[in-house]
Protein backbone atom coordinates (compact mmCIF):
# COMPACT_ATOMS: atom_id res chain seq x y z
CA UNK A 1 0.00 0.00 0.00
CA UNK A 2 1.08 3.63 -0.59
CA UNK A 3 2.15 5.35 2.46
CA UNK A 4 0.07 8.46 2.78
CA UNK A 5 1.25 11.58 4.93
CA UNK A 6 -0.17 13.51 7.92
CA UNK A 7 -1.35 17.38 7.64
CA UNK A 8 -2.14 18.53 10.65
CA UNK A 9 -5.77 19.88 11.12
CA UNK A 10 -4.05 22.95 13.05
CA UNK A 11 -2.38 24.36 9.83
CA UNK A 12 -5.61 26.25 8.74
CA UNK A 13 -5.29 28.25 12.08
CA UNK A 14 -1.10 29.70 11.42
CA UNK A 15 -0.26 32.21 9.26
CA UNK A 16 2.85 34.09 8.10
CA UNK A 17 3.82 38.23 7.12
CA UNK A 18 6.61 39.24 5.78
CA UNK A 19 9.14 42.25 6.93
CA UNK A 20 7.97 43.96 3.49
CA UNK A 21 4.08 43.89 4.40
CA UNK A 22 5.13 45.12 8.28
CA UNK A 23 7.38 48.24 6.79
CA UNK A 24 4.21 49.03 4.31
CA UNK A 25 1.39 49.03 7.31
CA UNK A 26 3.29 51.52 9.15
CA UNK A 27 2.38 50.90 12.76
CA UNK A 28 4.50 51.58 15.27
CA UNK A 29 2.67 48.36 17.47
CA UNK A 30 1.41 45.66 15.99
CA UNK A 31 -0.66 42.71 17.45
CA UNK A 32 -2.88 39.73 16.10
CA UNK A 33 -6.04 42.07 15.69
CA UNK A 34 -4.51 45.11 13.50
CA UNK A 35 -3.11 42.15 10.93
CA UNK A 36 -6.26 40.89 10.86
CA UNK A 37 -8.32 44.34 10.08
CA UNK A 38 -4.95 45.06 7.85
CA UNK A 39 -6.31 41.97 6.07
CA UNK A 40 -2.26 40.76 5.63
CA UNK A 41 -3.76 37.09 7.62
CA UNK A 42 -7.13 35.22 7.77
CA UNK A 43 -9.43 35.90 9.67
CA UNK A 44 -9.37 32.41 11.38
CA UNK A 45 -5.40 32.93 12.11
CA UNK A 46 -4.58 32.24 15.64
CA UNK A 47 -0.82 31.95 15.55
CA UNK A 48 1.50 33.83 13.27
CA UNK A 49 5.25 34.60 12.57
CA UNK A 50 7.32 36.86 11.13
CA UNK A 51 9.52 35.70 8.13
CA UNK A 52 12.19 37.71 6.80
CA UNK A 53 11.64 38.49 3.41
CA UNK A 54 12.29 42.43 2.37
CA UNK A 55 13.76 45.15 4.55
CA UNK A 56 12.60 47.08 7.57
CA UNK A 57 13.39 50.12 7.96
CA UNK A 58 10.78 50.85 11.08
CA UNK A 59 11.25 50.12 14.40
CA UNK A 60 8.21 47.85 15.17
CA UNK A 61 7.27 46.08 18.22
CA UNK A 62 5.49 42.86 18.04
CA UNK A 63 2.62 41.78 20.45
CA UNK A 64 2.01 37.92 20.44
CA UNK A 65 3.49 37.38 17.02
CA UNK A 66 6.51 34.96 16.65
CA UNK A 67 9.24 35.57 13.95
CA UNK A 68 12.59 33.43 12.43
CA UNK A 69 15.46 34.07 13.70
CA UNK A 70 16.75 36.02 10.26
CA UNK A 71 13.40 38.37 11.55
CA UNK A 72 13.34 38.83 14.52
CA UNK A 73 17.56 39.99 14.34
CA UNK A 74 16.40 42.38 11.84
CA UNK A 75 13.23 43.79 13.69
CA UNK A 76 15.78 44.27 16.77
CA UNK A 77 18.33 45.66 13.90
CA UNK A 78 15.48 48.52 12.98
CA UNK A 79 15.52 49.33 17.26
CA UNK A 80 12.24 47.14 17.17
CA UNK A 81 10.75 44.55 19.83
CA UNK A 82 9.36 41.29 20.31
CA UNK A 83 6.69 40.81 23.05
Do not use: C, M, W, Y
Amino acid sequence: LPKRGFKSANLKFNDEVTLADLEVLGAAEVDLLLLKQAGLIRAIAKNVKVVKTGELTKAIKLNGIGATAAAKAAIEAAGGTLA
